[in-house]
């Protein structure tokens, strides 16, 4: 199926466990993004990367690390999971078109990680 | 950073009624965009608009730029059109573009 794909759906580690959370897309986009949404809140970025080999930090980034191996894949990874991490990830790309002006951006359907 | 603020948080409507939902923001924009949640999560882009006004089918946008806002429209609400709303804006910045920052939503349910 064409879009962006999360694996896994659903996770529970306990603190201070590793695990890495996978996205790809298949549209030939060059960025990709990381967001976190808590109950009540808008999503907030959590690293993105505008091209292959390329990451930046984005708003909350502390406790993950990001690793675009190439213009399909984005993946993120905590290291030393905690509580506060406890959060639907979503994983999504963005495409800019000039003629007409457009700019879209496709999700993931999500990860819901439980930091036991 | 900029302030993205929507109204109303919560919406309950009858099927059929029209709803407008806003989005105030407090800077200058050179993206702004509008989403669609659904009752199961996913997220759904609906509009670019950073100005002027845009229609797709039951749904239209309008972004007034110089006034930092921008309207929501859903006329004869379905059903499906239940979720949270999400304005997301990208400030214009003499250091580049910024990314996307979300609002914090307007919860709409559409009661049959």
């Known amino acids: 199926n064409a879009g962006v794909t999360q694996t896994p759906k659903f996770q529970v580690l306990k603190t201070g466990q590793s695990m890495t959370l996978q996205c790809a897309q298949d549209m030939n986009h060059n960025s990709m993004y990381w967001y976190r949404q808590d109950p009540g809140m808008g999503l907030r970025l959590i690293y993105y990367?505008?091209?292959?080999?390329?990451?930046d930090k984005g708003e909350v980034p502390n406790g993950y690390n990001v690793s675009r191996l190439n213009k399909r894949e984005f993946s993120l990874r905590l290291e030393s999971a905690a509580p506060s991490q406890t959060s639907v990830y979503f994983c999504?790309?963005?495409?800019?078109?000039?003629?007409?002006?457009?700019?879209?951006?496709?999700f993931g359907s999500g990860t819901r990680l439980t930091v036991v | 950073g900029i302030q993205v603020e929507q109204s109303p948080p919560d919406l309950i409507l009858q099927e059929g009624a029209n709803s407008t939902l806003r989005c105030n923001f407090s800077?200058?924009?050179?993206?702004l965009q509008w989403f669609h949640q659904n009752p199961w999560g996913q997220l759904i882009n609906l509009f670019y608009?950073?100005?002027g006004t845009k229609q797709n089918g039951r749904l239209s946008a309008t972004t007034v730029a110089t006034e930092r806002y921008s309207l929501l429209y859903i006329s004869s609400s379905q059903t499906t059109d239940s979720g949270v709303y999400f304005c997301?804006?990208?400030?214009?910045?003499?250091?580049?573009?910024?990314?996307?920052?979300f609002g914090t939503g307007t919860r709409l349910t559409i009661i049959p």
């Open positions: 990367s505008a091209s292959e080999g390329t990451t």
């Open positions: 608009i950073p100005s």
């Open positions: 800077d200058s924009v050179n993206n």
């Open positions: 997301a804006v990208e400030r214009k910045s003499n250091f580049g573009n910024e990314k996307l920052t």
């Open positions: 999504a790309s963005s495409w800019v078109s000039d003629r007409p002006s457009n700019y879209g951006y496709t």
